[in-house]
């Protein structure tokens, strides 16, 4: 077997005569030589791989920044988490001091960026998601004790500012609804797809019931001046957030993006609280509302609508004055024929009429301050639209049909012969008579009866009949025929039989006239007109001489009663009495 010497280097030349016995030590070359390297690298480093002098000068360097990274990091965090300890930054273990420089300052490179992926992972958790108040929520926790004091507060700072009390008010609870977020209260939402019934106590439904006693009694002491000041700045303000909502829809891909203000929660809370309080408010801006453009449109129809609700709770006559003035003659306007806008013009007059003892408070309210809840016009468009043609009738119309008789005793309730009632009969004449000439059967005949109506409030109503007769001829002969029909019943509630004969007269007089030299197409008109002249005034004359026979019998029983008692004290009584008690033969 073939030898494979290795070749060795002595450490010296010759033998050695020390007591090694005769060994030497030998070593590989090449080991030998990277021994020595590290030996001479062993008096620059020390250990942990800093650099001592020279030119290794840059390991220290590098230390010094690891170690100043690692200081800011954990300064950054601590201040980020406001605590002491700095969160964990990674699951690195800790280098042994044999480690070399490149190592070290990897891992410190490393540990900081662990240090800021740690970081972000505690940000995600550290981060709550925010909880959602409700409206009942929020307005449990009003105090109601704190809340009067906060007004005693205002009333007194504010004494002569009555204008900025209120909007402090408004604060007060704009602050109590602030966590209220708009997807807790979509009101515009809830507007538009719920009926008046359900909106009616939104948002007072909510409120505790000495916060809401506390804040009525402070409204009650502020004037109406400063009230009315304060609902057009609420409303203004609730419109502008409608705007808002209104542009995020149409910018919205889906049409179902909306924001909204916090403070709409309070703003309909404090409005609602003024006009149940003081509803004669809203009749003080009735002319803005309806002569404004900002106020016009069928979005912001919704919060009039439910604003009349509100003042509904503290006067039912103010809400029907305001609807038939304001929300009413929309019926008769450009958007009348929209079914969505009828419909709310409805539901609001559906639910005033539906209250309790709502008729006996309605007709004996129908005059307010001078004013008439259903003023003559108001009536004109009810009419119409209770009594359309055939063709026209639509959905609504039956509605309608229910809420007119209320509506018409209120238009005419009123005290009979007094001044006010004869002015109201004369204008509702000239309205009733042009409904009657329209060709339309049903609307004539229930114009027919109010203008009947206008003859027994005011006997200056003939004489105005008499000077639109020839005006109107083909009105005058439906109302002239129906007298003629129903004489006996219509007769009694004249108010002058009298002025009525001298009008009959002064209407033949005309028909002979226009007989005459009258138009071909009217001869007709006139001639029926003049048939029911002649038999009204025959029943005239009858029922004169029936005056007249009356008379003479209730005047010889009179002179028979004074003959007869002056022998009342010859008479046997006795005897008269059997003569009564005798049975038949």
């Not at 590989?28 to 020390?46: E, P, T």
């Not at 797809?193 to 939104?202: F, G, H, L, R, Y």
């Not at 129809?301 to 305001?322: P, R």
């Not at 009810?382 to 008789?405: D, G, I, M, N």
């Amino acid at each position: 077997m073939e030898d494979k010497s290795i070749p060795f280097e002595s450490s010296h030349s010759e033998p050695s005569t020390d007591s090694n016995h005769g060994w030497q030590k030998v070593t590989y070359v090449k080991k030998q030589k990277k021994k020595q390297q590290k030996l001479a690298d062993s008096g620059k480093v020390i250990a942990n791989g800093s650099a001592v002098t020279g030119a290794d000068n840059v390991f220290k360097s590098l230390e010094k920044q690891s170690d100043e990274r690692r200081k800011r990091i954990a300064a950054q965090t601590a201040a980020m988490y406001a605590v002491g300890d700095a969160p964990v930054r990674s699951a690195l273990k800790h280098r042994s001091d044999d480690e070399d420089e490149d190592s070290d300052a990897e891992g410190a490179v490393g540990g900081a960026e662990n240090g800021l992926v740690g970081e972000k992972k505690r940000e995600k958790v550290k981060k709550l998601k925010k909880l959602k108040v409700t409206v009942a929520e929020a307005a449990v926790k009003i105090d109601a004790a704190d809340l009067a004091a906060f007004l005693a507060d205002i009333t007194v700072s504010y004494e002569s500012q009555q204008e900025i009390q209120l909007m402090r008010f408004a604060d007060y609870f704009g602050r109590a609804f602030a966590a209220v977020t708009g997807s807790q209260f979509p009101w515009l939402k809830l507007f538009r797809e719920s009926p008046i019934s359900k909106i009616a106590d939104v948002p007072v439904s909510h409120l505790p019931e000495p916060v809401y006693r506390n804040s009525v009694d402070w409204i009650n002491q502020r004037s109406f001046e400063a009230l009315g000041s304060f609902v057009l700045w609420g409303l203004d303000s609730i419109f502008v957030d409608l705007t808002v909502q209104l542009a995020g829809s149409k910018g919205s891909k889906k049409g179902g993006h909306q924001t909204s203000s916090k403070s709409q929660v309070a703003m309909f809370l404090v409005l609602a609280m003024v006009l149940r309080r003081k509803p004669d408010v809203l009749i003080t801006i009735l002319p803005m509302l309806r002569e404004s453009p900002k106020y016009q449109g069928q979005d912001k129809l919704t919060v009039i609508a439910w604003m009349i609700v509100q003042s509904c709770q503290g006067d039912l006559c103010v809400g029907l004055y305001f609807w038939a003035h304001h929300t009413l003659p929309l019926v008769g306007g450009k958007t009348g024929s929209n079914p969505q806008m009828r419909d709310l013009i409805l539901q609001v007059v559906e639910r005033i009429i539906s209250a309790p003892k709502a008729r006996t408070i309605l007709v004996n309210g129908a005059v307010r301050k001078g004013q008439r809840l259903m003023p003559p016009s108001s009536l004109d468009l009810l009419l119409r639209v209770t009594f359309p043609a055939p063709s026209a009738r639509v959905k609504a119309t039956e509605r309608f049909e229910a809420v007119y008789p209320t509506l018409k005793e209120v238009a005419l309730a009123g005290s009979p012969g007094s001044k006010a009632m004869k002015l109201v009969s004369q204008q509702i004449l000239l309205l009733a008579v042009k409904a009657v000439g329209g060709g339309n059967p049903e609307l004539s005949r229930e114009a027919s009866n109010i203008f009947n109506w206008c003859l027994t409030q005011n006997a200056d109503c003939y004489k105005q009949w008499d000077k639109i007769y020839l005006d109107n001829i083909e009105a005058s002969v439906a109302v002239l025929r129906k007298l003629a029909e129903e004489w006996k019943e219509l007769s009694r509630t004249q108010s002058s039989l009298e002025a009525l004969k001298e009008t009959l007269k002064s209407f033949r007089q005309k028909n002979e006239k226009s007989l005459i030299g009258g138009v071909d197409a009217h001869r007709s008109h006139f001639r029926d007109a003049d048939k029911y002249c002649k038999m009204l005034l025959a029943s005239l004359a009858r029922g004169r001489g029936c005056l007249k026979g009356i008379g003479v019998v209730l005047l010889a029983m009179a002179v028979g009663g004074a003959i007869v008692s002056q022998n009342l004290e010859d008479w046997d009584w006795n005897k008269f009495s059997v003569l009564l008690n005798a049975p038949e033969s």
